[in-house]
Nanobody
């Protein structure tokens, strides 16, 4: 059974940092793209960042570019999201996901497996 478990969320002041982790189990995802998405209250889920299978390509939403960094450890079947210079508008539930292919898509429909989410709250 495939499971994705996010951790590292919490409450932080504006300007602070958090590092999210997502550990996958049940199968190896080293050849698949992985991504992070978020959903704020009353809003649709949106793309945050993604990484291809080899880590050679990473993609970011304009709203987080330069502040967030996605990375992965293929041996540990884990993807990370380093979030710096956090803003109140970054407040959301953050979800990690595993893509059906290897490219690191921006589109949520391209992802097959999803975690349960971790809350990130940024206070002003």
């Amino acid at each position: 059974q495939v499971q994705l478990v996010e951790s590292g969320g919490g409450l932080v002041q504006a300007g602070g940092s958090l590092r999210l982790s997502c550990a996958a189990s049940g199968r190896t995802f080293s050849m698949y793209g992985m991504g992070w998405f978020r959903q704020a209250p009353g809003k649709e889920r949106e793309f945050v960042a993604s990484i291809n299978w080899s880590s050679h390509s990473t993609y970011y939403a304009d709203s987080v570019k330069g502040r967030f960094t996605i990375s992965r450890d293929r041996a540990k079947n884990t993807v990370y999201l380093q979030m710096n210079s956090l803003k109140p508008e970054d407040t959301a539930v953050y979800y990690c996901a595993v893509e059906r292919s290897s490219t690191g898509s921006r589109w949520s429909d391209a992802y097959e497996y999803w975690g349960q989410g971790t809350q990130v709250t940024v206070s002003s």
